[in-house]
């Protein structure tokens, strides 16, 4: 067997999501040294569909860090977002209420933003890799080992190991039960997604109630559009026709009096939804990041935002671990990302429970919906909260 290629780092990365390469990029611009691995490659991750909103936040830590002015270019500026329910469409004005906006930007090109700004800092991004394993985490020297695409194993000695390696996180699976908690929920529905070729809709994104069901009414550019409407888990995206889905779509939407611009249908996929939180969000050496720690229902569109606000706590946090040999930083990460999980949690858990269809649900619970749906929209309290938790609280 020939060896074992040795690199060693300060911090050893697992998955080149945003939250890996964001973290990559604020360390190196503390100075500290990381190397990241993903097993699968920048064109696949360049190809998944995944979130749109960035927070006003998520959208200066592109910007004011060097990562993306693109952000600011070529992203869509979205002062408020529309309700749409009981007949009617009410806008929430997110400048007026909470005095910030959110951008209509696709994780697609926060990824080609941070993968080729990580390149052109000339960073240890290694894409494609193989058979990823963890050691020692809770040792002086954990390890990731892995092998590249010519089947040559390599391992990357570190000080710290971040697991920023998606929901199904292999670093997660490595913590023995006994040592973290898990909290879970499983939602009895599911999103069935579209990418169309069609002009927008509507200006601002558009969260439709109706007693057919929930339906999000999305954009990514001028030409295609992203949207979404409520199905079961188990929904078989080929019984979906594109005249099937177009009309589900109109009857939602009709309901609230809007009408869709229709377009070809190049893309559908079932969205299941799962909350999940792991705590404490750290094990020894290695920490959690982004989904491998929690995830969220895409309503309220936290995950990636989420992800990126754990991240920018982490380096500051591995910055004290690593020069002032402070161990209690990494527990202070993990207090201190928690506090926002949950509150997003929360924000998912109102907003989807507010605008889906209950299982099983009858005319009592439709109407109870629409009776909260109209509190928030006539109070300025209830608007103001809605609106504060969307653009994404201050991060402190
Ligand atoms: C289909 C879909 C649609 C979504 N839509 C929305 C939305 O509309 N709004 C929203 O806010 N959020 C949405 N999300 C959630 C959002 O995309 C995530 O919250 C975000 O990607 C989290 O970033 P991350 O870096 O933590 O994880 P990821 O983006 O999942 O990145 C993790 C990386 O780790 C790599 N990896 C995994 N296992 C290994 C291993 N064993 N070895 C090496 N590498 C590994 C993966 O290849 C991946 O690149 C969606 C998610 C999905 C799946």
Redesign the pocket.
């Known amino acids: 067997m020939s060896a074992r290629e040795v690199t060693t780092t300060s911090v050893g990365i ?9 973290l990559s990029h604020l360390l190196a611009r503390r100075g500290i040294d990381s190397v990241v ?4 490659s920048r064109d ?2 360049e190809q ?6 960035l927070e006003a936040d998520s959208v200066r830590l592109l910007s004011e860090t060097g990562v993306s002015e693109r952000v600011l270019s070529e992203g869509d500026r979205h002062g408020g977002t529309y309700l749409a329910f009981g007949g009617e469409l009410h806008h929430i004005d997110f400048q007026e209420l909470a005095g910030a906006s959110v951008w209509l930007y696709p ?1 697609t090109e926060v ?1 080609v933003d941070l993968a080729d700004a990580r390149a052109a800092a000339g960073a240890d991004v290694r894409f494609g ?1 193989g058979d ?2 963890v050691h020692d985490v809770t040792g002086e020297r954990p390890s990731i080992r ?1 092998t590249d695409a010519d089947g040559s194993a390599h391992e990357i000695r570190c000080r710290y190991l971040v697991g ?8 997660r699976h490595a913590i023995p039960p006994s040592e973290i908690r898990q909290y879970r929920k499983e939602y009895p529905f599911a ?1 069935f ?1 579209i990418l169309c070729e069609a002009p927008k809709s509507a200006p601002e994104l558009i969260y439709n109630h109706s007693d057919r069901g929930f339906a999000l009414i ?1 954009q990514r550019t001028e030409t295609t559009q ?1 949207m ?1 409407f409520q199905c079961d888990p188990d929904e078989d995206v080929d019984a979906w026709s594109d005249d099937r889905i177009w009309s589900e779509l109109q009857a939602r939407v009709g309901a609230n009096g809007h009408e869709l611009t229709e377009g070809p249908i190049t893309g559908k ?1 079932v ?1 299941r939804f799962r909350s999940n939180v792991v705590e404490p969000m750290r094990y020894g050496n290695m920490v959690l ?5 929690h ?2 229902p ?1 309503t ?9 606000a ?1 991240v920018r706590v982490l380096a500051e946090t591995l910055e004290r671990a690593l020069t002032d040999r402070d161990d209690d930083a990494l527990d202070e990460y993990s207090r201190r990302a928690l506090d926002r999980v949950w509150r997003s949690q929360h924000f998912s858990y109102w907003m989807t429970s507010m605008l889906h269809r209950p299982l099983a649900a009858d005319e009592f619970d439709l109407r109870r919906q629409v009776a909260e749906l109209h509190s928030v929209v006539r109070s300025t309290a209830g608007k103001t909260y809605l609106a504060e938790a969307y653009t994404g609280w201050p991060s402190g």
């Not at 998955?15 to 890996?20: D, E, K, N, Q, T």
């Not at 691995?37 to 699968?40: C, F, Q």
């Not at 990041?289 to 720690?293: E, F, L, P």
């Open positions: 697992v998955g080149g999501g945003p939250a890996g390469l964001m691995v993903d097993h699968r696949e991750i998944t569909v995944r979130a749109g909103i994780q990824f890799v990823t394993s892995f920023a390696d998606g929901s199904h996180s292999l670093c999103w997604g999305s992203r979404y996929s969205l990041a982004g989904d491998a720690a995830t969220v895409p309220g569109a936290k995950g990636l935002n989420l992800a990126l754990d």
